[in-house]
């Protein structure tokens, strides 16, 4: 049996406890190549609706590999890259797409935004478009909306989507549907954009909202 004195048990207390992260260690042993192998392998299975025992039998590997190289803890050679391009029916290259690409970035100024002749576009309303991804299966549209004349009708909007609205500036009434929605400064809406929508009262001008638009782009 251990004694310790009062030092002793100061100095046990005041040691620090080192707490191993396993998941951590884990990541630390993973390089970008593989893991972005492995996600672009994973993406392109589940758009096709293959469960990794179904693509790793085309592929002519075992599930457990497959795996591995989907969580990107291991290194596919050249023959499983081969034959996991076979059963995907996409070329080599395309496993290699992210971590070739860059990551894309807008930066828009105060008041530089593009602005946008849409459907109802009109004088007293402004829409300005905050930035614009050309690549990837979603597009996602920011637009910053400025209504400044409460005389002019509002149409009302129909799209494919989702949308979500923020409010900056002003006070307004939004239906969606049936449903309306009193909005003050820092008030927001998410909703379905194929119903119906769009201001239906503007109570307080100029009325400023951030509307983000986003849909599947058409292949």
Known sequence: MVKLD?????DKAAAPVLVQDPHVAARSKRKPLEVSIG???RRLRERL???IAKLAKAADMSSGMLSKI?????????ASLLGLSQA??????????????????TFVKAGEGLEIERRGTRAGHQYLLLGHAPDGDLIVEPYLITLQDS??????FQH?????????EGEMVYRHGENTYP???????????????GPQEMIKLPIRFLSVISYPRET
């Open 49 to 51: 609706g293959l469960t």
């Open 151 to 156: 005389s002019d009708v509002f149409p009302v």
């Open 88 to 105: 995907l029916n996409v070329p080599v290259s395309a496993l290699f797409r992210q971590f070739e690409k860059s990551g894309a970035a």
């Open 6 to 10: 009062k030092q002793g048990l100061k």
């Open 39 to 41: 996600q672009e392998v």
């Open 70 to 78: 989907e969580n990107g803890s291991t290194s596919p050679s050249l």
């Open 160 to 168: 494919d989507g989702l949308e979500f609205i923020y409010v900056f």
């Open 183 to 197: 909005m003050k400064v820092g008030d927001s809406l998410f909703f379905d954009a194929t119903t119906p929508h």
